[in-house]
Structure formats: structure tokens, C-alpha cells
């Protein structure tokens, strides 16, 4: 073993290192060990406290982008990327807990001093994981709030931060703060986390006002607010970005937490969603209805300063229409916005053209974004019993609502008309009480009359079930023929029902019979209105009985096609308990029943518990006339409301 030498060397001049010299720092070692100054030659020490800390930070930012994604385990291709090796725990990731939402109530304020005009642009810049993206928020011609394309910007990472990783996995993993294995990502030099340059960068590429701030004319010349929209505050190049941003503007309202955290709303839908909670600017109405004086008022939906309410909640409004005639080329509704003073030059909304029979029928409204409505048919007996189309379509786009049918039909003040009721008395306690409460009402509201049509007389004809076992002097019908229609309402004050024998079938062809031959006590014929309120049919025909022979031997189809021939001027509603029920009763009295209620209810269809008294004489006195035109209105249902933040309405 050679030895050192222990003299003087001059500069530049190197002696043969002997083995107990450290060839790194040429101070004294040991023959056997590690140098005693700068300890080498090194040995595996083990983890030590800098790559835990280091393999932790990757991990955290991998469980940020976890979180981000929506993702129960940790992504495989970030967590490859983890210095000092990668980390995938043995169990599932939990689901992060959604943070509640910040900011709402201020970015509807500022929203709504939009919509008041005490401003005139908002801005939404938002700082998303994938995006960085702005939006001027705007009122449209009608007052609604509007997000067009032109007003809009969106910028991938990439092209703000031109030296983030190509690499999808490396790029989330910087974004969230993490630093990761560089080489992995065939990156010859290792670009920093968070350099100096990076807030300059930012502010170059991205918040100028080349970037969210561009917009023809000018518009931080006029009065507009900034709302900050963070999706991921905990990402630390989102975070970094949120700040170069209050750098340039103060933000008026910071929106964050649940829904933001799910990415694929993206800003304009945010909007939209935003924009179904601020008041509206103009009424909306209901177009194409009878808009006589004294429901003139029924026909709004919206009203100024009420707010259109989520597109997922209650409707805007569920509307009971009451269509007249066979109406060939449907019947037009529109939903218009009063945006100004003349109601010919309303913007129309939305117009649908309704095909059914005469009758009622249900439509719901809502509105799905700023300034668009979209209508559904919810049913209807005249929709569910009516025979031929039944549907709801697209009229297409209209200028004005002044292009509805016109004139709208007015009742001739000097036409008086007769009212018969009949009412089926047979079924439970509670459905033979609702249908006489009906009938009892009926006859109270033709008492009272109104200015444009006089009931003059009514009758009513009860029918139950025949007993079993069925009796030959059984008569099933009681009868009030016809009086004034108080006193016909008094003379059925003690009338109750009777139980149902027979699960499917009444016998209504009884009355069927009656009506062709009886005038009901009657000396002068005018025309009637004749409304049925029952829910079976008569019943079927069956190989060697038939029921309908045991009165007089006629057919009830016979019959009420005779008393139409010999009575062209009457009309015929329905009202029935269940306007499914046709569906559901047994195969040989379906085509029965439908066929039935469809000349009871020639004239219209209508639900028990739905439609009210005063509805259906206003449709009756309609039907009389023979005249056609726009669907009456009979029933707006509004979202449940208080005080001016709902739309008026007649409310059930």
C-alpha cells in the first residue's frame, strides 16, 4: 500500500492519490470506510425525510386531479409520474365531499342590475383545470339575459403556459401543483413548477386586454362588473391565475364550490342555469286564448320581476286548455314576451300547434334558458280518449303573436240555452259524492247567469247499478226533469249514491233510451247543453243477452245517434273520473266504453276533480255557438309562489 506524501506540492502539481486519500475532496480517509469529510464513497442511506416529503407533494397534487376528474382511484398515468416511485394506495380513493357554493347570491345581483339596465355588461372569467375561458354577459332585444358566441373566449392550457408538457398526464400534474418525474415525459430540461416568468406569462398570453377583456367598442368603458369564476382554487396554476387576475380587475363576485366542480358545465350552461333565478324584465303571457275582459288577466304566466325558477324544478305553469270544434290544422298557443305596449307586436317565445279532439287538455311550460320555453302536453281526458291525432308540434318561428287566429270568439249576450245533467250514482261513497258535488255546483253557477248567457232551465238524471239479482220492474234512473236551475238543484239536495254492482259497466244505456223519447217534462225545445259525469260505460253486448234490449229493445248507440239527428243544435261534454279508465277495463268492454264516452263526449272531454263548474258551462255556451277559433283558456296553474316573485293565475 502506497503512502502520501506529506511535503509541500506546488500549484497544478498532483502526487499519486494513495488509497487513504478521498479522491472527491482529497482530505484524509480511512482505508476502510466512507471519507470523513464529504462521506464518500455514498451508500444507500434508505428513505429519508426529503423524498417522503417529495414523493408526497407528487402524491397530493395526483389526488387533486383525482378529485378533479370525478375518479374513485388514483389515475395510473399522474401517479406514475410520482418521484421516487409511484403510489397507488390499496384501497379506493374516497370521493371528495362537494364543497358548497360560494358567491351565488352576489352574482345574482349583480345579474339583476343587469336585467334593470343599472348596468350594462357583466363579465364571467373562468379558471377551469382544461380552460381558461371568459364571457360578457349581455341583454338581448327581448330583455333576456344573453351569452352569444361572439361574446366569448376560451383558451387551452397550453396555449397561455407554452412550456407546460406535452404529456396529458405530466401537464394535470403541474397544473396541480405537482413536479413529478421530468425525464418520464422525454423533456430534456426540467421545466420549473412555478418560475418567475409564470405570473408574466399569464398576464401576457391570457388576462390583457387582448385576452377576456376584448370586445368591440370598448366595453370597460362603460359600466360592467367582473365575476370570477374558480373551479379549482386548490390547483396551484389555478390559484396563481385567480390572482394575476384581481391584479387587473377586482372582481365583484368570486362564484366557487358545487356545481363548478363538475367541469362539464361549461361557462355559457353556467349561465343559463345562473340566469332561470333572476327576475324577468317583461311579463310573459299565455297567446292564443279567449281574452275577454273578465280573464284577461288569467293569460299570465310570468310576471315582471318574478323569476322563471330552475329548468329542472316545478314548471312555469301547467295550463288546462279547452279546445273547441274539430280544429283540422290543430290549434296555435304561443307564449310571448309583453315587451312592449301593443299586444299585436309581442315577441313570441314559443308556438306549438296542438292536435286533439274537442275537449280538454293539459300543457306544461317551463322555461329552460334565458328567453327559451319549451311546452309539453301532461295529459287531458279529450287526449287520452279522443279518437284520430293527438299531438303536440312545433308551429315553427313567428314575428309577432298579432298572426294568431282572429276574432276571437265573444258569446251573443241574448242567447239562452237548457242544462241536463247526467250522473252516475253507482261506486264507492266518495266517488258518487264527488260527481253529485259537481253536478250540485254545476246548477248553482247556471243559476247565476252572467252578461253574455242565460240558463234557462236544467234537469238531471241519475242512473245506479242494476241490483243483483236484477229485478224486471227495476227502473235504475231517477229523474228531475227540467225547472229553473235552482230548483233542480234543490230536488237532488238529498240524492246519495249507491254501490257498484258491476266492476265494469253501468247501466247508462238506460239513459241512452230515455233520451231519444222523454222531453223531460219540456214544452219548448232549445238548444242544450247535455254534460254526462260518470266512469263506466254502458254494457257490452254479450251472445244471447243484451241489456240494452231490456228497455224498449233499441241499441244505445242507436239511440243517441237518433236524439242527434232529431237535435242537431245540442251539444254533448263528459266529464269522467278517470280518463284512463278506458284503457284499463277488460277487453270486451274497451271498444264499448271508448266508443261511448266518444258521443257523450262528441263535444269535449273533460276531468272530474280538474275542470270546474264555471269552466265547463264557458265551454258549453262555446260549444253552442258552433263557432271556432282560438283554444279557451279554462285554467292556469302557476308555480307555487308568494307575493310578486310568482306569476298570477287561477290556482287549484
Not at 253 to 267: C, K, M, R
Not at 369 to 384: K, Y
Request: include cysteine; aromatic fraction near 6%; charge should be negative.
Amino acid at each position: 500500500m502506497s503512502t502520501a506524501s506529506t511535503g509541500p506540492r506546488a500549484p497544478g502539481e498532483r502526487d499519486t492519490i494513495p488509497e487513504a486519500v478521498c479522491p472527491v475532496c482529497w482530505g484524509p480517509a480511512p482505508v476502510v470506510g466512507p471519507c470523513r469529510t464529504c462521506a464518500w464513497p455514498p451508500v444507500d442511506p434508505g428513505p429519508t425525510a426529503y423524498q417522503d416529503a417529495a414523493r408526497a407533494f407528487d402524491y397530493a397534487a395526483v389526488l387533486r386531479i383525482a378529485h378533479a376528474r370525478g375518479l374513485t382511484e388514483v389515475p395510473r398515468a399522474p401517479a406514475d409520474l410520482v418521484r421516487f416511485g409511484p403510489v397507488v394506495p390499496e384501497a379506493p380513493l374516497a370521493v371528495a365531499a362537494s364543497v358548497p357554493g360560494t358567491g351565488r347570491a352576489a352574482v345574482l345581483t349583480l345579474l339583476t342590475a343587469l336585467t334593470a339596465g343599472e348596468l350594462d355588461l357583466v363579465l364571467f372569467v373562468d379558471i377551469g383545470t382544461r380552460y381558461l375561458a371568459a364571457q360578457w354577459v349581455t341583454l338581448d332585444e327581448r330583455g333576456f339575459l344573453g351569452a352569444p358566441s361572439a361574446n366569448r373566449t376560451r383558451h387551452d392550457w397550453r396555449e397561455v403556459v407554452p412550456w407546460l408538457p406535452e404529456d396529458d398526464a405530466a401537464r394535470d400534474l403541474t397544473l396541480a401543483g405537482g413536479v413529478g418525474r421530468r425525464p418520464a415525459v422525454g423533456t430534456a430540461e426540467a421545466p420549473e413548477a412555478l418560475a418567475s416568468r409564470a405570473r408574466s406569462t399569464l398576464r401576457d398570453n391570457w388576462a390583457d386586454p387582448s385576452g377576456w377583456r376584448a370586445l368591440p367598442g370598448g366595453p370597460w368603458e362603460r359600466a360592467w362588473a367582473l365575476v370570477l369564476v374558480e373551479r379549482r382554487p386548490e390547483w396551484t396554476w389555478c390559484a396563481l391565475a385567480a390572482e394575476v387576475v384581481r391584479e387587473q380587475v377586482r372582481p365583484a363576485a368570486v362564484l366557487g364550490g358545487a356545481p363548478l366542480d363538475d367541469e362539464s358545465i361549461e361557462l355559457p350552461d353556467l349561465i343559463e342555469l345562473l340566469a332561470l333565478d333572476v327576475p324577468a324584465r317583461h311579463p310573459l303571457h299565455l297567446v292564443g286564448v279567449d281574452p275577454g275582459s273578465e280573464d284577461s288577466d288569467r293569460t299570465l304566466l310570468l310576471d315582471r320581476g318574478a323569476t322563471p325558477g330552475a329548468a329542472d324544478g316545478p314548471p312555469l305553469a301547467e295550463i288546462t286548455l279547452g279546445l273547441r270544434g274539430e280544429g283540422p290544422d290543430g290549434h296555435d298557443v304561443a307564449v310571448a314576451v309583453a315587451d312592449v305596449a301593443d299586444p299585436g307586436a309581442w315577441s313570441e317565445l314559443e308556438r306549438v300547434t296542438v292536435f286533439a279532439p274537442p275537449g280538454e287538455v293539459r300543457l306544461t311550460v317551463r322555461m329552460i334558458g334565458p328567453g327559451r320555453v319549451d311546452v309539453t302536453a301532461s295529459g287531458g281526458a279529450a287526449w287520452v280518449l279522443g279518437a284520430g291525432r293527438t299531438d303536440l308540434r312545433p308551429a315553427g318561428p313567428q314575428a309577432a303573436v298579432a298572426a294568431l287566429p282572429r276574432p276571437f270568439w265573444r258569446p251573443d249576450p241574448s242567447t239562452v240555452y237548457d242544462l241536463l245533467c247526467v250522473v252516475e250514482l253507482g261506486g264507492t261513497p266518495e266517488q258518487s259524492a264527488a260527481r253529485l258535488d259537481f253536478v250540485r255546483a254545476l246548477l248553482a253557477k247556471a243559476a247565476l247567469g252572467d252578461r253574455s248567457v242565460c240558463w234557462e232551465r236544467a234537469a238531471v238524471l241519475g242512473y245506479d247499478d242494476h241490483p243483483r239479482p236484477r229485478r224486471s220492474r227495476h227502473d235504475p234512473l231517477r229523474r228531475v226533469d227540467f225547472a229553473p236551475p235552482d230548483t233542480t238543484r234543490a230536488a237532488i239536495a238529498d240524492w246519495v249514491g249507491t254501490p257498484a254492482v258491476d266492476p265494469y259497466a253501468a247501466p247508462l244505456e238506460r239513459v241512452c233510451a230515455l233520451l231519444r223519447t222523454s222531453t223531460l217534462g219540456r214544452r219548448v225545445h232549445r238548444p242544450t247543453l247535455v254534460v254526462t259525469v260518470g266512469l263506466r260505460g254502458p254494457h257490452p253486448y254479450v251472445q244471447g243477452l243484451d241489456p240494452a234490449q231490456a228497455y224498449g229493445g233499441g241499441r244505445w248507440d242507436a239511440d243517441l245517434a237518433a236524439r242527434r239527428a232529431a237535435r242537431p243544435d245540442d251539444r254533448y261534454l263528459l266529464v269522467t273520473d278517470d280518463p284512463g279508465y278506458a284503457g284499463a277495463a277488460d277487453p270486451r268492454v274497451h271498444d264499448r266504453t271508448l266508443k261511448a264516452w266518444r258521443l257523450l263526449g262528441a263535444d269535449g272531454c273533460f276531468t272530474l276533480g280538474r275542470t270546474t263548474p264555471a269552466d265547463l258551462l264557458r265551454f258549453g255556451r262555446a260549444a253552442l255557438t258552433g263557432t271556432t277559433g282560438a283554444p279557451l283558456l279554462l285554467d292556469v296553474v302557476t308555480r307555487a309562489s308568494t307575493g310578486e316573485s310568482g306569476g298570477k293565475g287561477v290556482r287549484r
